[in-house]
């Protein structure tokens, strides 16, 4: 038996903006490597569960698969299939990103924030909302069909102080007012940057 001990994180506090709007590295690849991340300006430590759903959703909804800028994108070769969307978020940092491989990387920055101050203005569609609802609502009916990915969902579950079927409960609860405030709240095209890897040696 030992005397029960007190795990303390201290951790240097993240600014609210970007160090830098643009970043290069030059490094033998076929085509340039981007990515656009939005950094939130977070007022606590860490996201709720339901904040990282909001987000997620939204991603989808802005440059997802089934989104019509991630096909306008595709049709006019800005992008390729490995074009993809994250929420990148831990304790005391988070960014929404979207990455993926073009030779016209700034054009496709420019869409995505035209997309992003339309949705802003104008709301989310609401069809939009329910297509993306449903779909990460089966792929969270789908995890229960792995048993690694079940034991995953219980550790993480475990740290993060949530139940395993709290994902569910909370996906049913967001609204499409739930979205836009997220949305508001957590993007900011000025406080956005952008990293490229390219090959500047190529001809």
Same mark, same amino acid.
């Given at each position: 038996p030992k005397e029960s001990k007190r795990i303390e994180r201290k951790?240097?506090?993240?600014?609210?903006t970007v160090v830098e709007r643009f970043a290069m590295k030059n490094l033998s690849v076929a085509m340039p490597i981007f990515a656009i991340g939005f950094k939130e300006d977070i007022k606590t430590p860490m996201?709720?569960?339901? $904040? #990282?759903?909001?987000s997620n959703i939204l991603l989808d909804i802005i440059a997802g698969p089934t989104s019509s800028l991630y096909e306008e994108m595709l049709n006019d070769n800005l992008i390729n299939t490995t074009f993809d969307t994250e929420y990148f978020e831990g304790y005391g940092y988070s960014a929404h990103i979207f990455n993926g491989e073009s030779e016209n990387y700034e054009k496709v920055r420019e869409r995505i924030n035209q997309e992003i101050t339309k949705l802003m203005e104008t709301g989310v569609d609401e $069809? #939009?909302?329910k297509r993306i609802?449903?779909?990460?609502y089966g792929s969270l009916i789908m995890d229960f069909d792995s048993i690694d990915s079940i034991s995953n969902s219980l550790i993480s579950a475990h740290f993060n102080g949530e139940g395993l079927f709290d994902q569910l409960?909370?996906?049913?609860?967001?609204?499409?007012?739930d979205v836009n405030r997220r949305l508001k709240e957590a993007f900011n095209i000025e406080n956005s940057s952008m990293s490229v890897i390219k090959n500047t040696e190529a001809k």
């Open positions: 951790f240097c506090k993240e600014p609210a996201r709720t569960l339901k $904040e #990282s759903m909001e $069809e #939009s909302f609802k449903k779909k990460h409960k909370l996906l049913e609860s967001i609204t499409i007012d």
